[in-house]
């Protein structure tokens, strides 16, 4: 598996990838601009896309939170980021791809020696990806609403990164 920046060229797919149901399940309140936002490279933001033997599978956004630009997190410390993650097709779930990409997005997250911890939040109602995020060594911190959503916060520190897992 590798991960490569999104492009203009994904947005049929990212598109198709926004009307299936478990992606729809997992955010329904948000737009995500793909026409224009693909067009942008703004400094806090990494848009990439999961590639099984050059095969699109999934999606991985890595924000700063503390510099990207609608101010989601709020008044939030510097040197983290927040992930956003989903597989594409329905029957690519559970087949351990999201483990892997979450491993290389968190490789590269952490690459950076300034970044202290990592963010997710998936929604309270989302608890397969609670263990998900849990067992790749996320704690949960708090409840918290961000607009519509009612979401759970979880945090990985450096420190309970288990990068040796990381197989590139
Ligand atoms: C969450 C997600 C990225 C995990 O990737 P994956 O390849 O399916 O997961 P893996 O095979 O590596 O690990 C399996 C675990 O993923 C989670 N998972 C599997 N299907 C899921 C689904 N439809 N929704 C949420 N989590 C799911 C479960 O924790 C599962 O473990 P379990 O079988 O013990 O419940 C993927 O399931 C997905 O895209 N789900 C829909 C979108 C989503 O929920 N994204 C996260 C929003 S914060």
Known sequence: MNLRPATSADLTLLRHWDEQPHVVASDPNDDWG??????????????????????????????????????????????????????????????????????LALFRCFTDPLVTAVLVDPLASNTRAHRFYERLGFQFVEQRRFGNDDCFVYRLNRADWHHENTIH
């Not at 099984?52 to 630009?69: N, T, Y």
Request: hydrophobic share 35%; aromatic share 10%.
């Open 34 to 103: 793909w026409e224009i936002e693909l067009d942008r490279n703004p400094e806090w933001r990494e848009q990439l896309i999961a590639e099984i033997d050059s095969r699109p599978i999934g999606f991985i956004q890595i924000i700063d939170p503390a510099l990207e630009e609608s101010n989601y997190w709020g008044d939030v410390e510097t040197n983290l980021r927040a992930i956003d993650i989903w597989i594409g097709e329905e029957t690519d779930l559970g087949k351990g791809y999201g483990t892997k990409m979450m491993q």
